[in-house]
């Protein structure tokens, strides 16, 4: 069973920055595209960044230009370089893992980040 381990979060003023990680293991790394969720209270989880086995990076608008999502395809790790916070960006943080051999995502435990005004 894929596992996911997030670190990193926490709080941070607005306009500052945080960095997010995700360990994973017992996968395929170069099978899977990565990337992070985020969920409000009360409402589902939503994309924030993805990225492909290649590279390719995708966004939700509201982060383009102030998030960076990269991978260690040596460590199988996945990053979340997070700038420009803004109180919106509060949320609790999933790390994400699909592949196409699979039809469900897996999932970490959630990591909470806090941006004060």
């Known amino acids: 069973q894929v596992q996911l381990v997030e670190s990193g979060g926490g709080s941070a003023q607005s306009g500052g920055s945080l960095s997010l990680s995700c360990a994973a293991s017992n996968l395929r790394f170069s099978d899977y595209t990565m990337g992070w969720y985020r969920r409000y209270p009360g409402k589902e989880r939503d994309m924030v960044a993805i990225i492909t086995p290649e590279g390719t990076a995708e966004y939700e608008d509201s982060v383009k230009g102030r998030f960076t999502v990269s991978r260690d395809n040596n460590q199988n790790i996945v990053h979340l370089q997070m700038n420009s916070l803004r109180p919106e960006d509060s949320a609790v943080y999933y790390c994400?893992?699909?592949?196409?051999?699979?039809?469900?995502?897996?999932w970490g435990q959630g990591t909470q980040v806090i941006v004060a005004s």
């Open positions: 994400y893992a699909k592949t196409i051999y699979f039809r469900h995502a897996s």
